[in-house]
């Protein structure tokens, strides 16, 4: 399982022009599961996710997590992380879960960061949807578990 988080002072995702999550101070989180990723690995990567320290303290260090900084977080699907693209000029896609369980382990990511307490707001999983974001430092990260 794959998360690429970015530190954002806004961020919304919209579906046929109407915005169906949206978050202030935070994190995006685009989640791509892969064929072998189970709940596990889903808790696994919601505590690193959540747990990382990437928000500024009163020293202007990284020092703080999400919920420290008072921060929501915004869960977008993006299969294409799940791509390889180690051959020619095409990405494959073969290491991507079955959409039915990949969305069963996106809902489940989304639930394990509800359960914390935090503000989760997600995307739709499998639409079109246009993502919006002003990435705050720019500050991005790249996650796997």
Known sequence: MIALIQRVTRAD????G???GDIGNGLLVL???EKEDDEQKARRLCEKV???RIFSDENDKMNLNVQQAGGGVLVVSQFTLAADTNKGM???FSGGAAPDKA???YEY???QCRATGI???TGRFAADMKVSLLNDGPVTFWLQV
């Open 109 to 111: 990511f989304a639930e």
């Open 119 to 121: 503000s989760t707001q």
């Open 13 to 16: 995702v919209a579906v046929d």
């Open 103 to 105: 969305e069963k382990l």
């Open 18 to 20: 109407q915005v169906v």
């Open 90 to 92: 095409r990405p494959s």
């Open 50 to 52: 959540l747990g990382y």
């Open 31 to 33: 989640l791509g599961v």
